[in-house]
């Protein structure tokens, strides 16, 4: 017997409202979307116990024809698009012309229009999927649609709904953001008879913010503007100390629709990273314009998530202009650092401040692109091929660098106490060397030389030394100002998700920023001036190509690799001799294996006596030439 069939219109109709109709709140801002698009100068909400009963809105936008009123209510039915190319640039704030036909599935619905160009309106009535008849009637140009009983026709729903304060408190929230985004259409809103709210079109978004969040925080806000290769960004920011408890006063629209976007909101928080009190949240309005090519609205049913196709440099531009802002003249700088030393303290709190002002205010100002950069030197794909770490000597290498470097074998820190060590002629002596075409060591050796390939050694340094830490307990992590955003594919969202506590042991601080993009938050301390972008890509890299889920040993492992390939000096860096000689004395030190981690070999080995067979010095053997026979 078949068991499939095709579900009748109106239950299509209600099991798309569930997606798009939850509480009364839906149905006001679908019905304000409709407004605003059909281009009205005002509008005008009346609601009865907070919606449940009554929602009105009407308009004097631009009405609908007789025939076209009846058919605003079928589903699937839209004037706003008509081919799949304009799902590519929406410019309304509709287009998926499902609203009126969800309400109308599960509650009572009244619409009258007129169009410009009429004389009088049409209005059809309609009601659990059920449409009457259209006719005739009294009304202005524009629209008005009155819901009745909500939930009539699916009473499970209705047993959802909260008090009336909080369901009137989400209707407002929607009121607030379409006021925020069309600071010129006149607002009304009446709740229970009583006018709630009465907005005459106002100049500027500021007015807006004071009519709903009061004087104070509206004469405190100041003005963000910024305009960047991805798109353009206005609004009005809180300077601290001003905060709020939560994140509910931070409003964020794209091309005029209120948006939730994880990643864009990460941005606005880290504009304000150490400038406010405690777990204190930004205020903002922030209004980006963008082609309309590049924002995806088709995304979910309710719009309020988007997909930005320049996500990742809308994050460093909405980050670059807050923070400049914060940190600019006018604004009294409260940025505090950590853990500042005797010298920053006597060089006074307002020096201390204008100059991390600036520093930070420079570092802002170069386009996203170059903050990587000035973290770590991009070079062409490749193990060995990027970010180079300088090379430091072992801690036992010399007494000096034991106490200079402790714990920093790895790090960035040139190698000082080795040049120190030789100047004051303590210690073991290193090895004389030198360094050819910037790729090989070449080095003398008790019992012959040693050529030594520069980035095979260091890595495998740099790994056994991960290793050996990775194996005690997790790494730290530095946190980097600005994180670093890497685009993702879905299967590397996933990889990353799952290893997210190998990575934290790493001191890789890595989370998901928006649905395609990972934010690199802190790196390790050790590897402060590796990739971290290249770092994660290989690993994940490696993780999707397993076949079998790797062992947590294998796991480890392969972080202490790729790091350590990321981490290392490459072919082509021209070392300081000091420096040639710390690797060196790493390499004596640890008596390392002759390969790398990638099974290449660091070095080749020629003894004496291999040199002497070659230069027919082996008389010893042979007998055949004395020493006192060569030329020199
Ligand atoms: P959508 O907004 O996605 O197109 P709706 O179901 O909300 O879908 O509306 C269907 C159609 O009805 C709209 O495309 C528009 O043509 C018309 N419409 C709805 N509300 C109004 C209004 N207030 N003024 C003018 N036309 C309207
Ligand atoms: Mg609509």
């Not at 990027?386 to 660098?401: C, E, F």
Request: with cysteine; charged share 25%.
């Amino acid at each position: 017997m078949p068991l499939i069939r095709v579900l009748p219109e109106t239950l299509v109709n209600q099991i798309a409202a569930g997606e798009v109709i939850e509480r009364p709140a839906s149905v006001v801002k679908e019905l304000l979307e409709n407004a605003l698009d059909a281009g009205a100068g005002r509008v005008t909400v009346e609601l009865e116990k907070a919606g449940k009963a009554l929602i009105r809105v009407s308009d004097d936008g631009q009405g609908m024809a007789p025939e076209d009123v009846p058919l605003a209510l079928a589903s699937h039915a839209t004037s706003k698009v008509t081919a799949a190319e304009d799902l590519e640039a929406i410019t309304t704030l509709g287009f998926r012309g499902e609203a009126l036909a969800s309400i109308a599935s599960v509650a009572d619905v009244r619409l009258v229009s007129r169009p410009t160009d009429a004389l009088e309106a049409t209005e059809v009535e309609a009601g659990g999927g059920r449409v009457g008849e259209p006719r005739p009637a009294a009304g202005p140009v524009g629209t008005t649609v009155e819901v009745r009983n909500l939930f009539r026709y699916i009473p499970a729903r209705r047993k959802f709904l909260k008090t009336d304060a909080t369901e009137m408190g989400h209707c407002t929230e929607q009121v607030t953001r379409a006021a925020l985004a069309y600071p010129a259409v006149h607002l009304a809103v009446a709740h229970n008879g009583r006018t709630v709210y009465e907005l005459p079109p106002a100049e500027t978004v500021r007015e807006r913010v004071t009519a709903f969040f009061g004087a104070e925080l509206g004469e405190a806000l100041v003005t963000v503007e910024a305009e960047g290769p991805a798109g353009r960004i206005t609004g009005l920011v809180a300077p601290p100390p001003v905060g709020r408890a939560t994140g509910r006063h931070q409003y964020l629209f794209v091309n005029g629709r209120y948006v939730w976007d994880r990643s864009l909101l990460h941005a606005l928080r880290e504009a304000y990273r150490g400038l406010l009190e405690g777990r204190q949240q930004p205020v903002a309005f922030l209004f980006l314009t963008v082609p309309p090519e590049r924002v995806d609205v088709n995304v979910h049913p309710t719009k309020t998530e988007v997909r930005l196709r320049d996500g990742h440099l809308l994050y460093g531009e909405v980050l670059a202009a807050i923070r400049e802002k914060l940190l600019g003249p006018g604004l009294a700088p409260h940025v505090r650092m950590p853990g500042a030393d005797g010298d920053e303290a006597a060089e006074g709190e307002d020096a201390r401040s204008r100059r991390v002002r600036e520093a930070l205010a420079d570092f802002l100002r170069a386009p996203p692109q170059q903050h990587h950069m000035d973290f770590h030197r991009r070079r062409a794909a490749g193990c060995g091929s990027t970010a180079s770490s300088r090379v430091t000597p072992p801690p036992h290498a010399t007494g000096h660098a034991a106490e200079a470097d402790s714990g920093g074998t790895a790090t960035g820190a040139r190698p000082r106490a080795a040049a120190e060590a030789e100047g004051a002629g303590e210690g073991p002596a290193l090895p004389h060397a030198i360094q050819i075409h910037n790729t090989y060591l070449v080095a003398e050796t008790a019992d012959g030389i040693v050529i030594v390939d520069q980035h095979a050694l260091h890595e495998r340094v740099l790994f056994e030394d991960l290793m050996a830490r990775l194996e005690a307990g997790p790494l730290q992590g530095q946190r980097l100002l600005v994180p670093v955003t890497v685009d993702a594919t879905d299967r590397e969202m996933a990889a990353a998700e799952e290893h997210t506590e190998a990575l934290a042991r790493l001191g890789m601080d890595v989370a998901a920023l928006g649905p395609r993009t990972l934010g690199v938050r802190s790196v390790p301390t050790l590897l402060a001036k590796a990739d971290p972008e290249a770092t994660l890509r290989d690993f994940l890299a490696w993780v999707l190509e397993c076949d079998d889920p790797p062992t947590a040993r294998q796991v480890l492992e392969q972080l202490a690799h790729v790091a350590a390939c990321r981490a290392a000096v490459k072919a082509g860096d021209p070392l300081q001799p000091e420096e040639v000689r710390a690797l060196l004395a790493h390499r004596e030190a640890a008596r390392l294996a002759s390969t790398c981690p990638h099974g290449r070999p660091t070095a080749l080995v020629l003894s004496k006596s291999d040199l002497e067979k070659q230069f027919g010095r082996d008389y010893a053997a042979g007998g055949a030439v004395t020493d006192e026979g060569l030329p020199f």
